[in-house]
């Protein structure tokens, strides 16, 4: 009897033991969410526009150069080779994959929200709306035991402390020119004195892409998030200004430092063939000599796209004769990440990617 007992003690204590290393380790799919502002997909899939180029209101004096640089080449060939190959790209309407944003507006914060909330509110008619009432993927994720306090994100424009709702979210969300902390960094006090005194293009709202990446790129190769987002916001600033040139530059920077980016994932145990990549936009643009601009008022600039690639994600290429909507990506993102997002709000239901 007693040699019964000691047996069923130590049964329940190597058991216990077991689950609880089983909880130290953590296999949680790492997620990297990426976006540009703004950026066509029509730049994005066929390249240089060249009625564009050619135009004196729009090439900066310079058709040679964007010529010389662009012409007949991808414009951001890490989507549309690397996760072309590794992963899917939807969007592309030369081959019938028809993506759009589901709400009415066709700018920017209404776009962020309905990425992020997976639902459209109607509320949100303006960039300047008041802190988002409705409930993130972020923040869901935030209250997640394997994701919370694992999460970060940096954003160009300021709007995303509103965007995002820092104050009730509860995760670092680095914009603009707030200061970028990191007590494991050697540079944030560098980037932080550089970003402040650069030339402010866009006034205090909206800094350089440069130091947004560069906070992001810091954060992620000493911090290890598991959830990271950034937001790239150049494309559309310089698109706004009719500048072809800054903004296809712009476009293939971003290109560069993606791929700097998912070249660090393959090196890091935490990272490789465990972690989600999405890149998207969160508006179209118009055509011909409405490309500067996007709205309602503007035909097409409701037309989106998205790359994604990683864990779960089948590589099936160029989706085509398929339609989509922006706000299914939040519930597609956690279902790959094996969760069901639910908000107080309605969540629409994911894209299958089998
Ligand atoms: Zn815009």
Redesign the pocket.
């Known amino acids: 009897m007693k040699i019964l007992i000691i047996i069923i003690a130590l049964f329940f204590t190597i058991n216990g033991f077991a689950q609880k290393s089983n909880k130290n380790v953590d296999n949680s799919t790492n997620l990297i969410v990426i976006t540009l502002?703004?950026l066509r997909w029509q730049d994005l899939f066929n390249g240089v526009d060249t009625s564009i180029a050619n135009n004196k209101k729009f090439n900066e004096g310079d058709s040679l150069g964007i010529y010389n640089t662009f012409y007949k080449k991808p414009l951001m060939p890490f989507i549309t080779n690397i996760m072309v190959e590794n992963g899917q790209v939807w969007g592309n309407r030369n081959v019938n994959c028809l993506g759009t944003v589901a709400n009415p507006y066709w700018?920017?914060y209404p776009g962020y929200s309905e990425l992020w909330c997976g639902f459209v509110d109607t509320n949100i008619n303006s960039n300047k709306y008041k802190p988002n009432p409705n409930y993130t993927l972020l923040e869901f994720l935030q209250k997640q035991k394997s994701y919370k306090n694992k999460i970060v994100a940096f954003g160009a424009w300021d709007a995303f402390d509103r965007i995002l709702n820092e104050k009730r979210a509860n995760f670092p969300i680095f914009n603009a020119y707030d200061k970028y902390i990191n007590k494991k960094s050697k540079y944030a006090d560098l980037l932080n004195k550089l970003n402040n005194e650069s030339v402010k293009t866009w006034g205090e709202e909206e800094c350089l892409d440069v130091f947004t990446h560069h906070m992001a790129y810091d954060y992620l190769t000493t911090q290890l998030p598991k959830v990271m987002y950034i937001a790239y916001g150049e494309t559309?600033?310089w698109?706004?200004s009719g500048k072809y040139k800054s903004y296809l530059t712009a476009a293939q920077q971003t290109n560069q430092w993606i791929a700097e980016i998912w070249q660090f994932v393959q090196t890091h145990q935490q990272y490789k063939q465990n972690t989600i990549l999405l890149i998207t936009t969160d508006?179209g643009r118009g055509l011909g000599n409405e490309w500067t601009?996007?709205d309602k008022s503007v035909p097409h600039s409701n037309e989106t796209w998205f790359a994604i690639m990683g864990k779960g994600v089948t590589p099936n290429g160029f989706i085509k004769n398929k339609v989509y909507q922006q706000k299914q990506l939040a519930q597609t993102l956690a279902n790959l990440l094996g969760l069901q997002y639910t908000a107080q709000h309605q969540v629409s239901e994911g894209i299958n990617l089998q």
Do not use: C, I, Q, R
Request: charged residues 25%.
């Open positions: 502002d703004g700018f920017s559309d600033e698109a706004h508006h601009g996007h």
